[in-house]
């Protein structure tokens, strides 16, 4: 399958959240980020997490050595946005806003020393759009300010679900309680739906969770992620699944999530079979 770029962008903000740790938040993030690429996107990563997983997966750099991080970017004008943006990663195609350990400070800054708290992200990045074809949001596991600004920013969400633990829907209606009181100051943020991570349909507790997540969260992303050996992997070697093993199953399913993404959010002008 070969697609193309719209002419005229209309930028899709995807905020990944769930706060409950571990849940494959970051994976997502790499992994669909490298695949949208891939198709001919042009995609951006901010990452708004103090642990700055993405960023250490997708950087080229250290995020201490990185002078305008997210932490940065979040309490200064505008004028720092080019700077924040690194366009030289380990993956083709993706920029990056790195995130670093400053962040967990830049929370409490925030309440303290701006208005409207919830807002500072998405009044930076209103000046990217029609720049990038997709921004991805590598949230923290936490709901406080950080996540909220990611989903006051967002134009979509998506949420991975840890199908392989029974805790897996854990604090699942916090999150969703986050969502409904962030519409009111962004009304067009749209749930993609619940991704299930690390499934394996012959589990009981997988099929649980599949159930749990479709009742409580509404829509389910019609793509499962296995759980592979692949996925560690690939993160030590600062490579995306698709460089690593671009033939192994857990690969093809992100390759998979990025096809019906790029569908439902109409990134792609068209479908051409290669
Ligand atoms: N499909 C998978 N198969 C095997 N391991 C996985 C899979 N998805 C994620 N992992 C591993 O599980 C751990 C947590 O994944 P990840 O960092 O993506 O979660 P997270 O939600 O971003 O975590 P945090 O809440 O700490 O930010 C990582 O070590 C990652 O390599
Ligand atoms: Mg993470």
Do not use: W
Request: hydrophobic letters at 40%.
């Amino acid at each position: 399958m070969k697609y193309r770029a719209q002419m005229t962008k209309k930028t899709s903000v995807i905020a990944v959240a769930n706060h409950k740790g571990g849940c494959g938040k970051t994976t997502t993030v790499v992994n669909l980020s490298a695949e949208l690429a891939k198709m001919g996107l042009s995609v951006l990563v901010i990452d708004l997490d103090p642990q700055a997983n993405a960023s250490l997966h997708i950087g080229k750099k250290h995020p201490s050595e990185v002078p305008v991080t997210c932490a940065e970017l979040l309490l200064s004008e505008v004028e720092k946005l080019p700077q924040s943006i690194d366009d030289d990663t380990n993956i083709d195609g993706v920029s990056l806003i790195y995130g670093s350990l400053a962040l967990g400070k830049t929370e409490d800054e925030l309440k303290d020393d701006v208005p409207r708290p919830s807002e500072e992200l998405r009044d930076k990045i209103k000046h990217l759009h029609g720049i990038y074809d997709v921004i991805l949001i590598d949230c923290p596991p936490s709901l406080k300010l950080l996540t909220s600004n990611a989903l006051a920013a967002a134009t979509h969400l998506i949420i991975p679900i840890e199908s392989g633990s029974q805790y897996g829907m854990y604090g699942v209606t916090d999150l969703m309680k986050l969502v409904e009181k962030i519409k009111r100051i962004n009304p067009e943020l749209e749930l993609i739906g619940a991704l299930l991570i690390r499934h394996d349909e012959r589990q009981t507790v997988c099929k649980l969770i599949e159930a749990s997540a479709k009742d409580q969260i509404g829509k389910l992303i019609d793509v499962r992620i296995p759980t592979s050996t692949k996925v560690n992997q690939s993160a030590i070697a600062q490579m995306s699944l698709h460089a690593l093993d671009r033939t192994s199953k857990v690969s093809r399913e992100f390759r998979r999530l990025a096809e019906v993404i790029a569908k439902q959010l109409n990134l792609v002008e068209g479908v051409d079979q290669a």
